[in-house]
């Protein structure tokens, strides 16, 4: 089964728009080679926690997802979050926000990460 391969890098909701109630990924700016299921990682960081398993449930259908994918999207969770916040430091709208952030994911997905618990479908997303 495939699992890596050229991957979209930055499916967001403003990298989506709609057409005759498909969804399209455009910019296409951040395409790399990795595990495809980084480009489900990505997403999830922006869907809440019970809506993440109709996601990934529709996606499974077109791509086949392999055994133990929700520790593999968690791994893959943790890594992009901890390189958003990377990517942050230094700029300067990211002082007050990024402490905050960081504070809560230590709290919710992290703590829990390290802890061998589960996290992609409970808790309370980063933004609420």
Not at 59 to 85: C, D, R, T, W
Request: aromatic letters at 14%.
């Amino acid at each position: 089964k495939l699992t890596w391969g050229v991957l979209h890098g930055d499916i967001v909701p403003p990298n989506i728009v709609f057409a005759d109630g498909t969804a399209h990924p455009i910019d296409f700016g951040a395409c790399g080679f990795g595990p495809f299921l980084t480009d489900l990682a990505i997403t999830c960081t922006f869907i809440h926690p019970t809506a993440r398993q109709q996601y990934i449930d529709w996606y499974g259908e077109h791509f086949p997802l392999p055994n133990e994918y929700a520790a593999q999207i968690e791994a893959l969770f943790i890594s992009l979050v901890l390189i958003g916040m990377r990517n942050a430091l230094g700029m300067p709208e990211s002082k007050q926000e990024l402490p905050t952030h960081a504070k809560k994911c230590a709290s919710r997905e992290f703590g829990r990460y390290v802890n061998g618990e589960g996290f992609l479908f409970t808790g309370t997303p980063c933004w609420e």
